[in-house]
């Protein structure tokens, strides 16, 4: 449990307080994600959220606190786009899961960085981007076990090695066209991006279905 969660227990669950600390994380965010960790201060995130600074103290002890109050209040989503889409066709499940972590990956860019900001002296935000990872890789490697268990992929290839290096792939992938090619989540572009990401979604699809075999070389 983060610290973030243990001073928000303590706090009264009062549907006030409730409030006031999605307040104090909404804003967090917004200024992290502006300034990057390091440049951020906590009269910052108070006057982002229009409390006052002792405020912020009370559910949040540290800057640091509050940035894991910031990724506690995405975890579950990113969590959710790791699991397994539901559909039959393994081809059909691996474009809807490149879909999702598309979208995802642009929403909680900008966080992920501040987040690897705080990394480099943070053992606990290092455990957080590990855990992640760590998800990511174990998921894809059942996913691929039980395709070969059904005779789909190509069973000399081991599992979490080839799931960690799809997971590299798209991991990097994403982060390098939302630099070069797309951008981070923004509502008045997010219908667009959306067609944009249909050929991306599509290529990495048939680059995944192609290393675990089941695409024939030279089939489509």
Partial sequence: MTAALVEGARAPLSERGRRTRERLVVAARQVFEERGFDATRMSDIAQAAGVSHGTVYTWFPTKEDVLHGAVDSVTEEMYEVLSTPDAKDPIERIALANARY???HRQTARLME???QAAVND???RAVLTDLRHTHVD???KTIRKLQADGLAVPTLDP???AAALCAMVEGFARHWLSTEGRASDDAADRQQLAADAPVIVTLTELWARALGLIEPGGS
Avoid: G, M
């Fill in 114 to 116: 501040v987040v690897a």
């Fill in 160 to 162: 979490r090695i080839s």
């Fill in 139 to 141: 998921r894809v490697a």
């Fill in 102 to 104: 598309l979208e995802v």
């Fill in 123 to 125: 053992e606990s935000f």
